[in-house]
């Protein structure tokens, strides 16, 4: 069974990731978290069973300035050697977020286009 981690910290776009996420896969189980420190206890607590997918957002807490809360979560989680082989998405509104993303050699959605194309979930693991 795939294992997939949601990260917003708004709770309209965990549920719509979740849905589609849930529509599109069999045999998934999907956690999800509210904020990169909720995310990053999660994902310390299944290190010996990682997650295949974590799509976060990038702003959430404002604790990390000036890195977004989701780069904060992304730094941590490629520290940790057993997520290595993790797919890692960034979803966000934030204008930079290709930049950020081609940064920390991960995958992006832009929200804009999550909300209308519910097709970019296809193929993400």
Request: aromatic share 16%.
């Amino acid at each position: 069974m795939k294992k997939v981690l949601i990260v917003d910290d708004s709770q309209s776009w965990v549920n719509y990731h979740k849905a589609n996420i849930l529509n599109i896969y069999d045999e998934v189980e999907v956690d999800c978290a509210y904020s990169a420190r909720q995310a990053y206890d999660l994902i310390f607590g299944m290190v010996s069973n990682p997650y295949n997918l974590i799509i976060t957002d990038l702003n959430m807490e404002y604790d990390f300035e000036p890195l977004y809360a989701g780069e904060w979560l992304i730094e941590q989680i490629q520290l940790l050697k057993q997520y290595f082989k993790t797919q890692i998405y960034i979803c966000s509104a934030a204008y930079n977020i290709k930049m950020i993303a081609e940064h920390y050699n991960v995958n992006y959605i832009p929200k804009p286009l999550a909300s209308k194309d519910r097709d970019v979930y296809k193929g993400l693991f």
